[in-house]
């Protein structure tokens, strides 16, 4: 059956969470305080740019299955299930700052209890929140009205860049609640999208909440392992690439995430660690080797951009062209970006830069305004700059005309943090190539 589903929050979560629901039938009313954000919505304006995301918006609002407000009560009037999708942002210690949460769960009651609504309603937490939320909120609702409102927790797994794919074809969905009604509700919303095959697992509240926290903290484990790996790698000789293979063909390891490079970065890996490392502390049961993970992120690029200024002696008067802004490819995103790490380090130090990504160039200049350059193109970046700097693996820079790059720069000297070119490849076409745990290619030198 459809439902009616009110979406709180049109960030990145309920964006995509919103329109995936509509696109399989449900009538969805998302909610928002910025006014001129839902007005945007409401032509089909994203504030954010996730493949096919765009398509999926038009067509619901079009088909009168999607819909944007301000009006917190409509949603609370119309809907049966409500999805909490708001900023969990990480306060000084790391901790998850719940404000956003605890306050709109308030809100809902107060209209709950003002309005005398009897009919049950299912409170959905999708947010990212530490343990025990689930109580936190529950307690916040029974303390404020007696209407039936049952809380889940629902993690979201969303890649960005494939969040529309991840939520269509999820690999799998994870229910927390102790309610039979909650959980065949839910059950019933998310059986169009595992037709395949893919399980519902529905476990309690709190392990529910762990697991989106192990989840991510379990793959940013990965990606330090092997950019610490690396730098062992690149210290007695071997290749990081040939070792990505072997040990990524062990079917008991699987091949994802095992590529190094400049770190992690984004609105959820930095984040998730951090709070669980918060949690995991309070509860006097530290997770040590999460501490070892947010230390090699952050040693990683320090160590990419001193590669970069002990090349050069000083950078000081050098200009640099940089490939990539966002923190991964295939979004906006520049939430903890690395290029952003290099970048300030690199003004720190006195040179100046070029820059250019296909998607995040707003958001880039809402930080820097006009201490970078940003130019139309991958190439135009390139004229005067000292050297190239590869900060985001997006697909047009896999194959650029390498002729070209050596022609446009003033030396042909590149800094990939991601690894994009075959070590054979850069040495036959003459440059000087900078990679994560791989032999230095030094042409004439």
Same mark, same amino acid.
């Given at each position: 059956m459809s439902y009616s589903i009110g979406v709180i929050g049109t960030g990145y979560v309920g964006l995509v969470s919103g329109t995936c629901f509509a696109e399989s039938g449900?009538?969805?009313?998302?909610?928002?305080?910025?006014?001129?954000?839902?007005?945007?919505?409401?032509? @089909?304006?994203?504030?954010?740019y996730e493949p096919d995301l765009d398509h999926l918006l038009e067509r619901n609002i079009k088909k009168n299955r999607l819909h944007f407000t301000t009006d917190l009560a409509?949603?609370?009037?119309?809907?049966?299930?409500?999805?909490?999708?708001?900023?969990?942002?990480?306060?000084?210690?790391?901790?998850?700052?719940?404000?956003?949460?605890?306050n709109a769960a308030a809100d809902i009651a107060k209209i709950l209890e003002r309005d005398g609504i009897k009919e049950p309603r299912i409170l959905v937490n999708k947010s990212t929140v530490p343990v025990g939320t689930t109580e936190k909120v529950r307690s916040v609702v029974r303390g404020i009205?007696?209407?039936?409102?049952?809380?889940?927790?629902?993690p979201e797994f969303l890649r960005e860049g494939f969040a529309v794919e991840d939520f269509m074809k999820p690999d799998r969905v994870?229910?927390?609640?102790?309610?039979?009604?909650?959980?065949?509700?839910?059950?019933?919303?998310?059986?169009?999208?595992?037709?395949?095959?893919?399980?519902?697992?529905?476990?309690?509240?709190?392990?529910?909440?762990?697991?989106?926290?192990?989840?991510?903290s379990f793959l940013?484990?990965?990606?330090?392992?092997m950019n610490d790996l690396s730098n062992y790698c690149e210290a007695v000789g071997a290749d990081i690439e040939n070792v990505r293979i072997g040990i990524g063909s062990d079917s008991r390891i699987g091949?994802?995430?095992?590529?190094? +490079?400049? @770190?992690?970065?984004?609105?959820?890996?930095?984040?998730?660690?951090?709070?669980?490392?918060?949690?995991?502390?309070?509860?006097? $049961?530290?997770?040590?080797?999460? $501490?070892?993970?947010?230390?090699?992120?952050?040693?990683?690029?320090?160590?990419?951009?001193?590669?970069?200024?002990?090349?050069? +002696?000083?950078?000081? +008067?050098?200009?640099?062209?940089?490939? +990539?802004?966002?923190f991964k490819p295939n979004t906006d995103d520049t939430r903890e970006a690395p290029?952003?790490?290099?970048i300030e380090r690199l003004l720190e130090e006195g040179a100046?830069?070029?820059?250019?990504?296909?998607?995040?160039?707003?958001?880039?200049?809402?930080?820097?305004?006009?201490?970078?350059?940003?130019?139309?193109?991958?190439?135009?970046?390139?004229i005067n700059a000292d050297a190239l700097i590869i900060a985001t693996e997006w697909n047009e820079f896999r194959k650029p005309d390498f002729s070209e790059v050596k022609k446009t720069l003033k030396e042909p000297i590149i800094f990939d943090g991601r690894n994009l070119y075959e070590l054979h490849t850069m040495e036959n076409a003459g440059f000087e190539y900078h990679s994560i745990g791989r032999r230095t290619i030094l042409p004439n030198r």
């Open positions: 449900n009538s969805v009313l998302c909610v928002d305080i910025d006014a001129q954000k839902v007005e945007k919505l409401q032509n @089909g304006i994203l504030p954010i409509k949603a609370v009037h119309q809907c049966p299930i409500l999805f909490l999708c708001l900023p969990t942002p990480p306060d000084e210690d790391g901790s998850a700052d719940l404000q956003y949460v605890l009205t007696s209407a039936t409102v049952e809380v889940v927790s629902n994870v229910v927390g609640t102790s309610s039979k009604f909650a959980e065949e509700t839910m059950r019933d919303l998310y059986e169009p999208f595992v037709r395949s095959g893919n399980p519902i697992y529905v476990m309690d509240e709190k392990s529910a909440e762990i697991t989106k926290y192990a989840a991510n940013a484990m990965r990606i330090s392992f091949k994802r995430f095992l590529f190094s +490079g400049i @770190g992690y970065g984004g609105s959820c890996f930095p984040k998730d660690v951090k709070a669980l490392i918060h949690s995991t502390d309070m509860a006097e $049961k530290p997770l040590k080797i999460m $501490k070892a993970v947010e230390d090699v992120n952050y040693e990683q690029i320090v160590r990419f951009t001193n590669r970069i200024i002990d090349r050069f +002696g000083t950078v000081s +008067g050098r200009h640099f062209a940089l490939w +990539g802004l966002a290029a952003f790490k290099i100046s830069i070029s820059s250019y990504d296909p998607e995040a160039f707003e958001n880039t200049k809402r930080i820097f305004e006009d201490r970078i350059t940003y130019a139309t193109s991958a190439i135009e970046t390139l």
